[in-house]
């Protein structure tokens, strides 16, 4: 069984500097090749283990991911990772994605077990793999961590960033591009890996360029994309039966009086004390 390349690439900005070198020097011993990505308010050159690659600090994760493609040589699995994670072994998450790329030569994307991610295993989960029960197929992975074969790198190398500067659906041309040819897309749920969610940019804006870059989509990925919101968005419907119906009734009453109802039910309540 030969053992893939795995190149891993650390994504930074201000104020993340250091955790990015932490998780480079925690994974520098069992990569085969390591690149962080970074920008910083004041523009000035970051270094620690691996390649240190600067850019603007307007670019976000759109031209990130770039950098991170065009860093990963030829052949090798591109194993990214944000540095707003935490995890208690950063050589496990490698050489686990490492193993599972030699063990299944059909995988396009990998993905560890991510904290605080909307796409929940709960949610997203198809089958789990034969002699590996941790291993399970899922929908969507997210790109908090998650690794890409050379065949899934060569797909989004072909599509134009420009129009994404804050990387929002990436990782949904990935799961698409993979499904639609027929390879894998596992989760790993023995690493877990911590992350809190939040951003410092308009998430509008991040939808509006996400549909943008989506538009390039072949068909087939266009349908695949769709059909598999559907289905996560209905299993997350379901685990969740009682807050989906209020959030039903609200809109109703919305609906029917022009006034929200949490507000009028509030103004009615006795005074306290």
Known sequence: ????????????????????????????????????VYSNAAEQPEAGPGDWVQVPNSAYFGPKFEAALARTPPGAVLLLIHADTTCDDWPAVVTRCRAAYARHARLGVWAPEVGDTPYRTAWVSLLPQPGDPALVAVMQTDAIVFALAPAVQQ????????????????????????????????????????????????????????????????????????????NIAARRAASKPVVTLLRRLLRWLRGRSGEDPLVLALGRLPPVG
């Open 1 to 36: 069984m030969s053992q893939p390349q795995v190149h891993v690439v650390v994504i930074s900005w201000q104020g993340r500097g250091d955790a990015a070198r932490a998780i480079a020097a925690a994974v520098a011993p069992v990569a085969d090749g390591l690149s962080v």
């Open 155 to 230: 797909r989004l190398r072909g599509m134009d960033y420009a129009c994404n500067n804050l990387g929002w659906g990436i990782d949904w041309v990935a799961v698409a591009h993979a499904l639609c040819s027929g390879y894998l897309v596992l989760r790993d749920t023995a690493l877990h890996v911590a992350h809190t969610r939040g951003s410092g940019y308009d998430t509008q804006t991040a939808e509006a360029q996400m549909r943008a870059f989506l538009a390039q989509l072949t068909m087939p990925e266009r349908n695949m994309v769709g059909l598999l919101k559907q």
